[in-house]
């Protein structure tokens, strides 16, 4: 069984310019999450998707960060303007959408913004 | 919302040593929780998880963890680490009414030869 893909794993930009990331998760699974994990610190959730809907984007900073989950299979996370402060990594992770499934998370893509 | 503590930011052990990693969470309600363990430049891997049934819950690679109701806490153990152990943990908690899930800050184990 194929894992949770994301591309790119690395990405260096600058402040002001705009990146995407994009997240493939495990076939069949309904939900699907979007991380920020800085440097030193545990997974914080962007935005929640259950299949094409959002369940949760409460702390996703919306006047930058957009994310979308189009067909209800990929996603994709969206900064526009990037700052300084978003040099993190982001994980995708996805599950079969009941409580009592772990997540699987992707390899995360690794943001540094100069 | 929920909220997962992990008091330990760093342990330092000496190989085949044991190592206890400390998770609290806050809930008073019933919960589903997990570890997971995370190697350099890699994602979260599943180490174990509590659903129900015995507190008492073996994962891989030799890891075990106790869940305490009363303590509200789900501390992971291993009786003798090896140097491939040195990664960061993290303990995480779901609700039983939702699969919406929270983190610790992580716990850094480095296994010292």
């Known amino acids: 069984e194929a894992g949770v893909a994301q591309s790119p794993r690395y990405k260096i930009i600058e402040k002001r310019q705009s990146v995407a990331f994009w997240c493939n998760p495990i076939s069949g699974h309904a939900t699907l999450y979007w991380y920020q994990q800085i440097l030193g610190q545990g997974p914080k959730l962007l935005i929640q998707f259950q299949n094409n809907g959002v369940v949760d984007d409460s702390q996703l900073p919306k006047d930058r960060f957009s994310a979308e989950r189009l067909k209800g299979v990929d996603s994709t996370l969206k900064i526009q303007p990037a700052k300084l402060e978003d040099s993190a990594v982001y994980l995708c992770?996805?599950?079969?959408?009941?409580?009592?499934?772990?997540?699987?998370f992707g390899p995360g893509t690794r943001l540094t913004v100069t | 919302a929920q909220s997962v503590t992990q008091l330990d930011s760093q342990v330092p052990v000496f190989e085949e040593a044991p190592v206890e990693l400390r998770c609290n969470y806050s809930?008073?309600?019933?919960?589903?929780l997990f570890w997971y363990v995370q190697y350099p430049n890699q994602g979260l891997q599943l180490l174990l998880k509590y659903l129900s049934g015995s507190t008492l819950v073996k994962g891989i690679n030799g890891f075990e963890a106790e869940f305490n109701k009363s303590q509200t806490s789900f501390h992971l153990r291993k009786p003798s680490v090896h140097i491939s152990d040195t990664a960061e943990y993290f303990c995480a908690v779901s609700g039983h009414n939702f699969n919406k899930f929270y983190f610790g800050s992580g716990t850094k184990l480095n296994v010292k030869p």
């Open positions: 992770a996805s599950t079969e959408g009941q409580p009592s499934k772990e997540q699987y």
């Open positions: 809930s008073s309600v019933s919960v589903y």
